[in-house]
């Protein structure tokens, strides 16, 4: 018997879909959404004009609605992947495949990523999801 069935690579690879869309445009979002500060100190009285302008900030900017649809994208994936695999193994692939997506898609952005025991953590985090793979196969 194959370590991976083709129908567990297809889960595999929706899985991994998803938490490439999650987690690499996350950074990318926060990126996109600097300046915000200053439109919204233009309004320290808060209220609708406030949250208007912060609106037409952020919908104004490629750099923050590119990764936005994107991110958006892999919602319509991981809730079409749901429907089609055990939930069981949908979430934890796909939530913690997301933290690494992220952390690297940060580091490679610039973003400070920590020290070794980060690298210890990515490392468990993908022994996890090897184990939850291989428990359902």
Same mark, same amino acid.
Do not use: H
């Given at each position: 018997? &194959?370590? #991976? ?22 950074? =990318? ?29 952020? #919908? ?21 992947? #749901?429907?089609?695999? &055990? ?15 992220? =952390?690297?898609?940060?580091? #490679? ?29």
């Amino acid at each position: 018997m &194959d370590f #991976l069935s083709t129908e567990l690579l297809q889960q595999l690879v929706g899985f991994v879909l998803v938490a490439f869309c999650w987690g690499s445009t996350n950074p =990318l979002i926060k990126a996109g959404s600097s300046g915000l500060e200053q439109v919204s100190a233009r309004y320290p009285e808060g209220g609708v004009r406030k949250l208007l302008a912060e609106w037409r900030y952020l #919908l104004t900017r490629w750099q923050y609605v590119v990764p936005l649809a994107l991110n958006l994208s892999g919602s319509v994936v991981y809730y079409y992947t #749901l429907g089609k695999n &055990d939930m069981s193994l949908a979430v934890p692939i796909v939530n913690s495949l997301t933290f690494v997506f992220s =952390l690297l898609t940060g580091l #490679l952005l610039g973003e400070e990523f920590g020290n070794k025991e980060s690298w210890i953590g990515i490392g468990f985090v993908l022994v996890g999801t090897l184990i939850c793979i291989s428990s359902k196969n």
